[in-house]
Each structure stands twice: as structure tokens, then as C-alpha cells.
């Protein structure tokens, strides 16, 4: 039979699709330890401050363990719970029962499923979220390691996604790195407001009993306690936040994902992906298909559409506890699973991609020396805006006679403007290599202002 927490003042049961659409024990059972920790803490709490004799207090503790062990036995080998309460809080406390009778109608005291709920949840995200921030860590040093390895790949670089100047493949490489640098930061930045124990805020008017919040918050490993009973019960904004920074983290992800995909494809064929990260066509034998990377892309719009919903179901309630905040665990498991698998999928597609440096080098064309040919005008004294101007008709010129800007003639060059100097100057300006290495001040591409960017990257991910 059923084990209810409440039901004392009703005469009928609740309505078998209330009970499919209000049950959540197929979603929160995933926060059965945080639940009997929490529980176990509680207990221990109402003993020091003499609410729970030692007798019961003992019975609680032996027999939480116990269904601690029962319910990870029936997860590992069923994967679900079939018990018929609703929630992973009645669960916990009928199996409590069942093991130690009368000593479990005590562990509710002053307890409300409010308080413990926002417990459970925030212990969940404290014991989960490091896995994320080491998931996004070791992305990042693939990036850098790839980046410090391929250092000597010249690619094209696009704005618009056409091309626009030759940059160090790792240059590109970085970029990412840098913005996923970041989320780490802004990851860990959410602890300080995660790490507040709601537990003692009751239903939503605080603790009857004089226990002593500090202690009970500290001895669960939190920093601090949420200063408000109602704040406490009513505040999903941890949560806001977590989905917010996750929806931002999966548009890292996604633009990446983006880049690689395009630089897979034949047209382009800059990068290779593995045949672990790749899948294939059942029709067309010849076909690789970047799926990782599509999954990912996609995953960042679901990502963004988690968090917006769940912003949709706080706006407006009113004060403290509503049902509609049941939905938090939902979302909040799907979006941490959905990231932590897309971070894992893209380390694996890049740390074991190919970069194809003779298809990134052919994809150059002199057209993408034209800013260079400009700035070689400004150190003779040019004006930039009328430089970028002449340039404009050596591209024209160049067009009309069926040339490009390497093999445009030097006369018309110096036709055009004689400041482009002396024809073997001007020759020495169709070097990529020559290209990329002008780019030297802080952030650019250049060899040396890269080494740059892969020691401070080395340096400020240690630092975190
Ligand atoms: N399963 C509920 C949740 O996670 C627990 C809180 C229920 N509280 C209540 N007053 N109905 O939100």
C-alpha cells in the first residue's frame, strides 16, 4: 500500500491522472543520496538540540543507511524505483519505517518536503556540477594542445564566411579556448551563491524548533545558510542561473561545432573527423557524416530552450512553494546531461580529428594579401582610407585583365600608385607566412603573440 505524507484531513484518494501528472519519483529518485544525507543530517540535528531521543535517533541513522544501500541495489540492477509513493521524500521515509518503525514518524519534525526538497537539490548540484567544470577543463587543453602543436598551420580566416586573411591555424583554435576559459570562470563564480543550506526554513516560516542552522548547514558541507525562510523554499535562481550558463556554454559549443562542420565538408575538407566521432549513411556507402558536432549544435538550441522555459514557469508565481517548481529537477538533470555529454563529444571530435594543412593552406588566395598590400601603402605615408581605395582598383584592374593580385603586372601597380615601392618589395608582401607574422602585437596572430596566448591560457587555467 501507498505511504502518504499528507492525506490526513482527506476523503478520497487524488485522481489517477493528478497522480501521473503531480508524481516526480521517476525524476527525483535521482537525488536519493542528497536525500538521505540531508535526512541523516537532519536527525543529527534534532538529537544535539534535544528533539530526537538517542534510542530513535540510533534507529534513524542504521536504518537510513540501510535503505541507502536497498535503493542503490534497485537502481544498479533496474535502473527505477516501483515504489508507489510519489516522491523520492516518501520513499525515503516509508522504507525508514519498514526498517525501523516507530522511530521514522519522527524525522519530519519541523521538517517541511519544501525545505528539503531545495536541500536535496543543492547538494545535488554541488556534489555534480565539478564534473562539468573538469569536462569543460580538459576541452579546453585539447584546444591548447592542438593549438600548441599545429602552430605552424596557415588557414584562411573568414568574416562572413568569406575569406578574409590568412591566420595561424591555432589562432582560430584559441579563440574557442578563450571564450570556454571563460564559462570555467563563470562556472565556479556560482558557487558561493549555490553553497547555502535552506534546510530549517520549514514550509516557508522558518524552524519552530531551536535548532542551530550554521551547524546543521555546515556539518552538510555547505558554506553558508539561505538568510530567509521564504527565499529559501521559493528560490529557483541558482538554478536560473546554472541553465543560463549552460544555454551560453552550448552556444561556445555550437559555433564551434559549426566552424568544424563546414571545414569537414569536400568543398572545404580543412578537417577529418575519426571514425569514433563520425557516423555513416545506411543508402550511401561514400558517406561520413559529422554527427557529433550536428548533435552538439542541436543540443545548444535544446539547451536554450530548457533554460527559457524554466524562466517561463518562475515569472509570476506568487511567494514561496508552488508545484510548478517541481519541474526544476527535470530540467536542470536534462540540461546537465545534455552539456556534459556535448562537452565530452566535442573533446573526442577535436583531440582526434585530422587537420588537413595542405587543403588549409590551398584554400588561400592572394586576394586575402589585399589589407596587407594597403598597410605596405600606410608605412610609405599613404593615408589608410586612401590606400584601401587604390587597392580597390589594383582589385579591379587585376579582375579586368584576368589576373589575381599575384600575378598582376608590377607596372600597373606602380601605374596605380608608385608607393608600392620596388617590384622585389612588392613580391615580399605574397608570403603567408610573411602575411600572418606582421599580426604581432598583443592578440594577434603572429607566432609569437600566439605563444603568447598558449602560455597565458596554460597559465590562467592552472590559476582557476
Ligand atoms: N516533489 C516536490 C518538489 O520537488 C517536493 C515538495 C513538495 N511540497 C509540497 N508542498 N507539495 O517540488
Redesign the pocket.
Known amino acids: 500500500d501507498r505511504y502518504q505524507l499528507w492525506g490526513g484531513c482527506f476523503f478520497e484518494e487524488p485522481s489517477a491522472v493528478l497522480r501521473r501528472l503531480n508524481d ?1 519519483l521517476s525524476v ?1 529518485s535521482r537525488l536519493y543520496r542528497e536525500d538521505i544525507r540531508g535526512s541523516r543530517a537532519w536527525a543529527d540535528e534534532l538529537h544535539r538540540s534535544g528533539h530526537l531521543a538517542a534510542e530513535d535517533h540510533g534507529d534513524i541513522q542504521r536504518g537510513l543507511v540501510e535503505v541507502e544501500k536497498d535503493i542503490e541495489e534497485q537502481l544498479s540492477s533496474t535502473g527505477r524505483l516501483l515504489d508507489p509513493e510519489e ?1 523520492i ?1 516518501s520513499v525515503v521515509e516509508s522504507r525508514l519505517g519498514a526498517r525501523v518503525g516507530a522511530a521514522a514518524l519522527r524525522l519530519h519534525t519541523a521538517r ?3 525545505d528539503q ?1 531545495a536541500t536535496d537539490t543543492r547538494l545535488w548540484m554541488l556534489a555534480s556540477l565539478p564534473a562539468l567544470d573538469i569536462a569543460l577543463k580538459q576541452l579546453v587543453e585539447v584546444l591548447v594542445k592542438r593549438a600548441s602543436d599545429e602552430l605552424e598551420v596557415i588557414a584562411p580566416g573568414y568574416t562572413h564566411l568569406q575569406r578574409a586573411q590568412p591566420i595561424r591555424w591555432s589562432h582560430f583554435l584559441l579563440s574557442y579556448a578563450w571564450a570556454l576559459r571563460d564559462d570555467v570562470a563563470r562556472l565556479e563564480e556560482q558557487h558561493q551563491r549555490l553553497s547555502r543550506c535552506p534546510l530549517g526554513s520549514g ?1 516557508l516560516a522558518g524552524c519552530a524548533l531551536p535548532i542551530d542552522r550554521p551547524r546543521l548547514a555546515r556539518s552538510l558541507g555547505f558554506d553558508d545558510i539561505t538568510p530567509n525562510s521564504m527565499f529559501a523554499v521559493a528560490s529557483r535562481d541558482h538554478i536560473v542561473e546554472f541553465l543560463n550558463w549552460a544555454s551560453l556554454c552550448g552556444l561556445h559549443l555550437s559555433r564551434l561545432s559549426e566552424d568544424l562542420i563546414i571545414y569537414s565538408s569536400q568543398e572545404f575538407g580543412i578537417v577529418r573527423f575519426s571514425d569514433q566521432f563520425s557516423t555513416g549513411s545506411s543508402l550511401m556507402p561514400q558517406k561520413r557524416n559529422p554527427d557529433g558536432l550536428e548533435l552538439v549544435r542541436g543540443s545548444a538550441g535544446l539547451l536554450l530552450g530548457d533554460s527559457f522555459a524554466f524562466s517561463c514557469v518562475l515569472k509570476g508565481l506568487p511567494s514561496t ?1 508552488n ?1 510548478d ?2 519541474s526544476d ?1 527535470e530540467i536542470l538533470f536534462r540540461s546537465y546531461d545534455r552539456l556534459l555529454d556535448c562537452l565530452k563529444v566535442t573533446t573526442g571530435s577535436i583531440s582526434t580529428m585530422e587537420v588537413v594543412a595542405s587543403r588549409a593552406l590551398a584554400s588561400l588566395e592572394p586576394g586575402m594579401l589585399a589589407t596587407d598590400l594597403a598597410h605596405a601603402l600606410v608605412r610609405r605615408g599613404v593615408p589608410f582610407r586612401r590606400a584601401h581605395h587604390l587597392l580597390g582598383a589594383v582589385l579591379r584592374r587585376a579582375r579586368a585583365l584576368g589576373h589575381d593580385l599575384q600575378t598582376l603586372p608590377y607596372a600597373e601597380y606602380v601605374a596605380i600608385c608608385p608607393e608600392f615601392g620596388t617590384e622585389e618589395e612588392l613580391r615580399g608582401l605574397f608570403s603567408w607566412e610573411a602575411s600572418v607574422e606582421q599580426y604581432s602585437s598583443a592578440g594577434g596572430t603572429a607566432r609569437q603573440a600566439v605563444l603568447q596566448q598558449l602560455e597565458t591560457t596554460k597559465y590562467r587555467l592552472l590559476s582557476l
Open positions: 516526480s527525483d516522491d521524500h517541511s518536503r519544501n526538497s514550509a512553494y508545484k517548481l517541481q529537477k
